[in-house]
């Protein structure tokens, strides 16, 4: 082995575990995507996708979901970053109990938040208990769809806002401090500090955090199925009714095309947007 080999040799693991656990599995899906019923290849699978009244709802939700919580989790986890720098004491445990959710699977985040807004729920009880309401409300009613869409948000945030706090408080610990002492020196309030020095050197870690984020909120399921059933489809949602309910592999697999091609649009636009300069990294 010469040392001209020897990257090729270190990477040769990573290169076979990327061919045999997503490139095959991503070349039989796109195969079976575009396959006719009949043999031969065709966007028959896609047509029936497009067709089908739930794609559009679902498309439209998984995008509105996306756009909503992804957002709100940058400027949470933000805060609480900015936050932890200033904590003297305790900081860790700070961190540990943000990021208990972590070990908490997406189903069981969704029936967490059930009990909290199902009729016979926390959240009932403590109204009926105030004496704001005389009896329980149907907050999750089939024809309520904004509360339904708050109660996932509310779910999402809690559950994997964690994920992104981590990455940004390691980001912000790889800041040298220097810089923040010296835009003290030149008058710069905590806002000008926090714009002008923060931001810019935390972009790495906020290309990763919102690459890694939006993905995941395009891929929401159980959460949702939890908190709504069928009611308020989602693009995932609809990839395992296809799949296992009505044993359609593959407009399963067309569905599932389309959550990848999304995934891959919104990294790029990421990529392009949080761009970070060559050498410019700490």
């Known amino acids: 082995m010469t040392n ?21 599995p991503l070349s039989l899906v796109t195969l079976e ?15 029936t996708m497009v067709g089908h009244w739930k794609f559009g709802t679902a498309l439209k939700n998984t995008l509105l979901l ?11 986890a933000l805060s609480l970053a900015q936050l932890l ?19 908490i699977s997406d189903l069981a985040a969704g029936i967490i938040w059930l009990g909290i807004f199902e009729q016979t729920g926390f959240l009932n009880s403590a109204l009926i208990g105030l004496g704001v309401v005389d009896a329980p409300v149907s907050i999750l009613g089939f024809n309520d769809t904004f509360a339904t869409l708050v ?17 940004l408080v390691s980001g912000i610990g790889l800041i040298p401090k220097e ?15 926090f714009t002008k020095v923060t931001l810019p ?10 690459i890694l984020r939006s993905i995941l909120a395009l891929e929401v399921f159980a ?3 939890a908190l709504s059933g069928t009611k308020f489809p989602v693009l995932m949602g609809e990839t395992y009714n296809w799949q296992f309910a009505l044993q359609d592999g593959p407009v399963a697999a067309a569905f599932a095309l389309v959550i990848l091609a999304l995934s891959v649009g919104v990294t790029l636009v990421y990529l392009r947007w949080l761009r970070v300069p060559r050498g410019a990294g700490l």
């Open 85 to 103: 720098t200033r904590v003297k004491s305790g900081r860790d445990t700070l961190l540990y109990v943000w990021t208990i959710p972590l070990g």
């Open 4 to 24: 001209k080999s020897l990257p090729y040799w270190l990477i040769a693991p990573a290169a076979l575990f990327t061919v045999a656990l997503f490139l095959y």
């Open 151 to 167: 109660a996932i948000v509310l779910a999402e945030i809690w559950r994997s806002t964690a994920i992104v706090l981590v990455i």
């Open 33 to 47: 995507a575009f396959t006719a019923k009949s043999g031969g290849y065709s966007l028959e699978n896609f047509q």
């Open 66 to 76: 996306t756009a909503l919580v992804v957002p709100l989790q940058m400027v949470v």
């Open 223 to 225: 959460v949702v199925a």
């Open 179 to 193: 810089y923040a002492e010296a835009a003290e020196v030149f008058g710069a309030g905590a806002w000008a500090k």
């Open 201 to 210: 050197l935390l972009r790495p870690s906020l290309q990763t955090a919102l």
